[in-house]
Nanobody
Framework: QVQLVESGGGSVQAGGSLRLSCVVS????????MAWFRQAPGKEREGVAS???????RYTDAVKGRFTISRDNAEKILYLQMTSLKPEDTAMYYC??????????????????WGQGTQVTVSS
């Protein structure tokens, strides 16, 4: 079984920062690609950032230069450091992981395991 639990969401003013965490349980964490997705009311879920087993990162253009994805393979935690937050970043944020050996992407179809989400609200 693979389980993911997000935390770190909250309400901040524009320009503020938050760090999201995702604790992963299950075998093979270091061999899986992982990603953060987000979904705002009335919008489709979109990929925010991904990181593969070799540490290669990918970001959607909307967050490039502001967000940083990282992973702690020893503790099996995925992070998303968010800075210079904007109101348009407001969404439910989900962490997700692939099956073993999958290459990372920002396509939700690639991801088989999902957390329950943590809410991020950015006010102006």
């Amino acid at each position: 079984q693979v389980q993911l639990v997000e935390s770190g969401g909250g309400s901040v003013q524009a320009g503020g920062s938050l760090r999201l965490s995702c604790v992963v349980s299950g075998y093979g964490y270091g061999m899986r690609s992982m990603a953060w997705f987000r979904q705002a009311p009335g919008k489709e879920r979109e990929g925010v950032a991904s990181i593969d087993s070799d540490g290669r990162e990918r970001y959607t253009d909307a967050v490039k230069g502001r967000f940083t994805i990282s992973r702690d393979n020893a503790e099996k935690i995925l992070y998303l450091q968010m800075t210079s937050l904007k109101p348009e970043d407001t969404a439910m944020y989900y962490c997700a992981t692939t099956r073993l050996g999958e290459i990372a992407s920002l396509s939700q179809q690639q991801y088989n395991y999902w957390g329950q989400g943590t809410q991020v609200t950015v006010s102006s």
